[in-house]
């Protein structure tokens, strides 16, 4: 059973920079979508970015221009650089990998942006 590790979540002060890292404990094949989602306390998980296997990069309203997402050149894991944080980029932040045989989620890093 492969699983999604997640590091880089913590505190950081509003303006700062934060760098989240995923990579998965085996193989992975067929991979179509890496992708990145957050929850916060009391709102839905929305997608914050996401790469497709063609290279296509979508963000969220929210964080185009301030956040970029990246796979890595072994195309096994996923990078997310979140630069300007605001307070309300506060939560909990999921890797997700899309391949064979099916869908993959991260246990969540909890990112913590202060005023």
């Known amino acids: 059973q492969v699983e999604l590790v997640e590091s880089g979540g913590g505190l950081v002060e509003s303006g700062g920079s934060r760098t989240l890292y995923c990579r998965p404990s085996g193989t992975i094949r067929s991979i179509s979508t890496m992708a990145w989602y957050r929850q916060a306390p009391g709102k839905q998980r929305e997608l914050v970015a996401e790469v497709l296997n063609g290279g296509e990069r979508n963000y969220g309203d929210s964080v185009k221009g301030r956040f970029a997402i990246f796979r890595d050149a072994a195309k096994s894991g996923v990078t997310l650089l979140m630069n300007r944080l605001k307070p309300e980029d506060t939560a909990v932040y999921y890797c997700?990998?899309?391949?064979?045989?099916?869908?993959?989620w991260g246990q969540g890093t909890q990112v913590t942006v202060s005023s």
């Open positions: 997700y990998i899309r391949g064979s045989p099916g869908a993959y």
